[in-house]
């Protein structure tokens, strides 16, 4: 799949330059992948931050010199026009630091385009809704605004969970977003299972987004969002007493939002976790 990944940069029709730098992390850098090649040249290099998604997309972008970084996950795919549409988008829009796009869902025998029909970002849509559409494989952003402006992929959220999440609301907060309302990206999502262990991690890293955002407070709709999913991965790592706690916090905040029953169904053992995941995932939407 990374070669695939690698052809599909390649055939970008962006007449400039494209660098790919390709970050192993916690293994050996394939020589195999190089390529001198003048517009398309690739290079591979060790993780040489925390290790980790968050370190190893840090270590690409501090290894590049170039005016763009864009980021693209090992099993997903640019589809034909991806950077010409979003260089020309930040070209028209100097102001702007980020661009995304819409992406296709690849789930078992199912594909679903997900596009979020909307030009711009603003901080107060992101706490209201994650936005799935605005996955990472899709991110174009200004080098300059990573290294002297909102920063870098934050290597201390727990387990790295919603890293992504957290940078773009970030990113937000600097200026807003542009999307691109096109599907330019393939998303593969894979069938998994979630241990009790992960969706403790998952609890750990939502409830630490909250505080590192007091912005949701303002935004109830934003604030049950998260809560609820607090309230089912609590569910979902067994501890029933909590799930309640926090659904009860969920439905306070909006009566109306699923993740807050989700999570009590799940704590009575009604229905299970993993079940309501894979139901998701063929939707093309995650938790």
Same mark, same amino acid.
């Given at each position: 799949?990374l070669?695939?990944?690698l052809?599909?940069?390649?055939e970008?029709?962006?007449?400039?330059?494209?660098?790919?730098?390709?970050?192993?992390d916690?293994?050996?850098p *394939?020589?195999g992948?190089?390529s001198?090649?003048?517009?398309r040249?690739? $290079?591979?290099?060790?993780?040489?931050? @925390?290790? &980790? =998604?968050?370190?190893?997309?840090?270590c690409?972008?501090?290894?590049?010199d170039t005016e763009f970084v864009?980021?693209?996950?090992?099993?997903?795919?640019w589809?034909p026009g991806?950077?010409s549409?979003?260089?020309?988008?930040?070209s028209?829009?100097?102001g702007?630091?980020?661009?995304?796009?819409g992406?296709?869902?690849?789930?078992?025998?199912t594909?679903?385009d997900?596009?979020?029909?909307?030009?711009?970002v603003?901080?107060?849509?992101l706490?209201? *809704?994650?936005?799935?559409e605005?996955?990472?494989?899709?991110f174009?952003? $200004?080098?300059?605004a990573?290294?002297? @402006?909102? &920063? =870098?992929?934050?290597?201390?959220i727990p387990g790295?969970?919603?890293?992504?999440?957290?940078?773009?609301?970030r990113?937000?907060?600097?200026?807003?977003?542009l999307?691109?309302d096109?599907?330019f990206?393939?998303?593969?999502?894979?069938?998994?299972?979630y241990?009790?262990?992960?969706?403790?991690?998952?609890?750990?890293a939502?409830?630490?987004?909250?505080?590192r955002?007091?912005?949701?407070?303002?935004?109830?709709?934003?604030?049950a969002?998260?809560?609820?999913?607090?309230?089912?991965?609590?569910a979902?790592a067994?501890?029933r $007493?909590?799930?309640?706690?926090?659904? @009860?916090?969920? =439905?306070?905040?909006?009566?109306?939002?699923?993740?807050?029953?989700l999570?009590?169904?799940v704590?009575?053992?009604?229905?299970s976790?993993?079940?309501?995941m894979r139901?998701?995932?063929?939707?093309?939407?995650?938790?």
């Amino acid at each position: 799949m990374l070669r695939e990944a690698l052809a599909a940069i390649g055939e970008q029709d962006y007449p400039g330059r494209v660098e790919t730098i390709v970050v192993f992390d916690q293994s050996d850098p *394939d020589p195999g992948l190089v390529s001198s090649d003048d517009l398309r040249p690739v $290079r591979v290099v060790a993780n040489d931050r @925390g290790p &980790g =998604l968050a370190g190893a997309r840090n270590c690409g972008i501090l290894h590049s010199d170039t005016e763009f970084v864009a980021f693209c996950d090992d099993d997903d795919l640019w589809l034909p026009g991806k950077l010409s549409a979003q260089v020309a988008a930040l070209s028209e829009e100097p102001g702007a630091e980020l661009v995304c796009t819409g992406i296709r869902v690849l789930y078992g025998d199912t594909t679903v385009d997900r596009i979020l029909p909307q030009r711009r970002v603003q901080l107060t849509d992101l706490l209201r *809704d994650r936005l799935t559409e605005l996955h990472p494989s899709t991110f174009l952003i $200004r080098r300059a605004a990573l290294v002297d @402006g909102f &920063g =870098l992929v934050d290597e201390q959220i727990p387990g790295s969970y919603a890293e992504d999440y957290e940078f773009l609301l970030r990113a937000a907060r600097s200026a807003p977003l542009l999307n691109v309302d096109e599907v330019f990206v393939a998303v593969r999502w894979h069938k998994q299972s979630y241990f009790a262990s992960r969706w403790g991690t998952i609890s750990t890293a939502l409830s630490w987004l909250l505080d590192r955002y007091p912005e949701f407070e303002t935004v109830p709709h934003g604030q049950a969002r998260v809560s609820g999913q607090i309230a089912f991965a609590t569910a979902a790592a067994g501890d029933r $007493r909590g799930a309640v706690r926090w659904a @009860g916090r969920t =439905l306070r905040h909006n009566p109306r939002e699923a993740r807050g029953y989700l999570a009590l169904a799940v704590a009575s053992g009604a229905l299970s976790a993993d079940r309501v995941m894979r139901q998701l995932h063929k939707h093309g939407k995650g938790l």
